[in-house]
């Protein structure tokens, strides 16, 4: 079978089919998670707060995706849209769809890490907490994100560009039935509309070696690889330790209260933890994807055919990073579950009330005052 066709329905399967459901399924789940992370009003208000700007990055990125890889690959692919949309209009969605996509992808790599850094004060740094772990400095920080996702992200409105020209100012390259399916998937594309064809080219800018070199790879591998994945192995690394020693100190302790309370600061933090360890697992295809066409262009040939499959794979990834944090807070999330069934109707359900902290390997117990005065009285 021709490779041209074996890759068009493997992209229709992993892009329309797969990716799609998830975008759908994906953007539920991330309003869901607005809408719960605000009713749960036993976690930390900044933490709740955080984790909702999350979403909404994830939910931006979700919908994006659906521009960018499903419709690109009906597009491309199919003959499902009318040709007057596919033909004409969609070149113009592409050009600003690409930007788009890569500033929420941007902004969702920096709010992990806000997230990181704002968990980790609050566990292994208790004392700075009260400073910095403030709802002035959460929204700086996430106001700050988000401008430096625009602007780090905007050389991405000037790579493309359209054209549209008359029929007898374009010729047609001549090219084999294989050579033309593969030519639909690059970045540059003809299409032909009543007696008009509107290209969608790349700029001179993109193909200007220095800014692949600095824009493309330093910046890139610097601002959304280097200094995100340092931060958010130190801080995990620390909060893991912090989670151990609290857990010894409650095993050595006789106190009832200390090793049967329930913990909400400790299981918010275990969520973090998990919710980085698959954003870092979804992400990495997408990195090392990168770094191996970087060094194929300096060092040894590469397969299109490899980057064209290794690609969509990787897309499929960082839509599963997206849409599955839900999921992680469903499963691991106790206080998020009883929110949720009370949400959607199931009554009787009671959300939980902590009654213990966690700070930097130390249980502080908060008894409730009721419950202090029927000890008294039993006394």
């Given at each position: 079978?021709?490779?041209?066709?074996?890759?068009?329905?493997?992209?229709?399967?992993?892009?329309?089919?797969?990716?799609?459901?998830?975008?759908?399924?994906?953007?539920?789940?991330?309003l869901l998670n607005i809408i719960v992370l605000g009713?749960?009003?036993?976690?930390?208000?900044?933490?709740g707060f955080l984790?909702?700007?999350?979403?909404?990055?994830?939910?931006?990125?979700?919908?994006?995706?659906?521009?960018?890889?499903?419709?690109?690959?009906?597009?491309?692919?199919?003959?499902?849209?009318p040709s007057v949309v596919s033909r004409y209009y969609w070149p113009y969605v592409e050009v600003y769809a690409w930007p788009m996509a890569g500033i929420a992808h941007t902004a969702t790599v920096w709010l992990v890490v806000v997230i990181t850094v704002h968990r980790y004060v609050a566990i292994c740094r208790p004392l700075h907490a009260a400073q910095y772990n403030t709802m002035s400095h959460v929204r700086k920080a996430v106001a700050a994100v988000w401008i430096f996702a625009v602007v780090y992200n905007l050389p991405l409105f000037f790579e493309r560009e359209v054209l549209v020209r008359n029929v007898t100012d374009i010729r047609m390259p001549n090219m084999t039935r294989t050579n033309e399916s593969l030519m639909r998937q690059?970045?540059?594309?003809?299409f032909v509309v009543v007696g008009q064809r509107v290209v969608v080219k790349k700029t001179a800018m993109t193909n200007n070696s220095v800014y692949f070199i600095v824009y493309k790879t330093c910046l890139f591998f610097v601002s959304r690889f280097l200094i995100p994945?340092?931060?958010?192995?130190?801080?995990?690394?620390?909060?893991?330790?912090?989670i151990r020693a609290s857990d010894e100190i409650r095993e050595h302790s006789s106190s009832s209260a200390a090793s049967g309370g329930g913990n909400n600061e400790?299981?918010?933090?275990?969520?973090?933890?998990?919710?980085?360890?698959?954003?870092?697992i979804c992400h990495l295809p997408d990195l090392i994807l990168r770094v191996v066409v970087t060094m194929?262009?300096?060092?040894?040939?590469?397969?299109?055919?490899?980057?064209?499959?290794?690609?969509?794979?990787?897309?499929?990834?960082?839509?599963?990073?997206?849409?599955?944090?839900?999921?992680?807070?469903?499963?691991?999330?106790?206080?998020?579950?009883?929110?949720?069934?009370?949400?959607?109707?199931?009554?009787?359900?009671?959300t939980p009330t902590p009654n213990v902290q966690f700070r930097h390997g130390q249980v502080l117990l908060n008894v409730d005052r009721n419950q202090s005065n029927e000890r008294r009285q039993t006394v």
């Amino acid at each position: 079978m021709a490779l041209g066709s074996t890759f068009g329905q493997y992209s229709i399967a992993i892009l329309v089919y797969v990716l799609g459901t998830l975008c759908v399924l994906g953007i539920a789940g991330n309003l869901l998670n607005i809408i719960v992370l605000g009713r749960d009003h036993t976690m930390h208000r900044t933490t709740g707060f955080l984790l909702q700007m999350l979403a909404v990055a994830d939910a931006v990125y979700l919908v994006v995706s659906i521009f960018v890889n499903t419709l690109k690959c009906v597009v491309d692919s199919t003959d499902w849209l009318p040709s007057v949309v596919s033909r004409y209009y969609w070149p113009y969605v592409e050009v600003y769809a690409w930007p788009m996509a890569g500033i929420a992808h941007t902004a969702t790599v920096w709010l992990v890490v806000v997230i990181t850094v704002h968990r980790y004060v609050a566990i292994c740094r208790p004392l700075h907490a009260a400073q910095y772990n403030t709802m002035s400095h959460v929204r700086k920080a996430v106001a700050a994100v988000w401008i430096f996702a625009v602007v780090y992200n905007l050389p991405l409105f000037f790579e493309r560009e359209v054209l549209v020209r008359n029929v007898t100012d374009i010729r047609m390259p001549n090219m084999t039935r294989t050579n033309e399916s593969l030519m639909r998937q690059s970045l540059s594309e003809i299409f032909v509309v009543v007696g008009q064809r509107v290209v969608v080219k790349k700029t001179a800018m993109t193909n200007n070696s220095v800014y692949f070199i600095v824009y493309k790879t330093c910046l890139f591998f610097v601002s959304r690889f280097l200094i995100p994945f340092a931060a958010l192995a130190f801080c995990n690394h620390r909060l893991i330790r912090a989670i151990r020693a609290s857990d010894e100190i409650r095993e050595h302790s006789s106190s009832s209260a200390a090793s049967g309370g329930g913990n909400n600061e400790k299981q918010d933090t275990w969520i973090l933890v998990v919710v980085v360890v698959v954003f870092v697992i979804c992400h990495l295809p997408d990195l090392i994807l990168r770094v191996v066409v970087t060094m194929a262009g300096l060092l040894f040939t590469l397969s299109v055919s490899i980057v064209l499959y290794s690609n969509v794979a990787a897309n499929m990834m960082l839509t599963v990073n997206s849409s599955i944090n839900f999921i992680i807070y469903c499963f691991m999330g106790r206080r998020f579950r009883a929110i949720l069934l009370k949400t959607i109707g199931c009554h009787g359900v009671q959300t939980p009330t902590p009654n213990v902290q966690f700070r930097h390997g130390q249980v502080l117990l908060n008894v409730d005052r009721n419950q202090s005065n029927e000890r008294r009285q039993t006394v």
